[in-house]
């Protein structure tokens, strides 16, 4: 797999042998929006993968719990045929005194690229024949 990756300035931080992610860096301060609930952050950084096979998935990086931010999106997707510059908006959470949000350079984010599936999709009428040792209980329910 080959990820053609364009920056302005220092926006990745290449893994190590044995990581998972690449590291995003804030190529911004950011900027508050949304009548102050969100924050967005620039990266400078825009991907263009050899093939459509690849996707990148935004996660935060464990760091993000000594901030007063969440990742709007939980985890991003970036498709593979997506060409425009990586930006990240986190939620501001406002019950937390005082405010600590990212700085310009710091790592803000991790990107991990993994190959899509593409299942045939089968509708049933019912799942007579698809039981499992789960079943159908619902939250908290695993080994109950």
Not at 121 to 134: H, K
């Amino acid at each position: 797999m080959e990820i053609y990756v364009e920056t302005i300035g220092n926006g990745l931080v290449l893994p190590k042998a044995g990581d998972a992610g690449i590291d995003l860096i804030a190529a911004t301060d950011g900027e508050v929006q949304g009548e102050g609930r969100f924050i967005e952050y620039g990266t400078g950084v825009r991907l263009a993968p050899s093939s459509n096979q690849f996707h990148g998935f935004i996660f935060p990086r464990s760091s993000i719990s000594n901030y007063n931010l969440s990742l709007c999106n939980s985890v991003g997707l970036i498709d593979a045929s997506y060409r425009g510059e990586i930006k990240l908006r986190f939620r501001i959470l406002r019950d937390v005194k005082p405010c600590k949000f990212y700085n310009k350079g710091d790592k803000i984010a991790q990107i991990v690229f993994l190959q899509p599936v593409s299942p045939q999709i089968i509708s049933v009428d019912s799942f007579e024949n698809c039981d499992s040792v789960r079943g159908d209980k619902g939250f908290g329910s695993t080994g109950q």
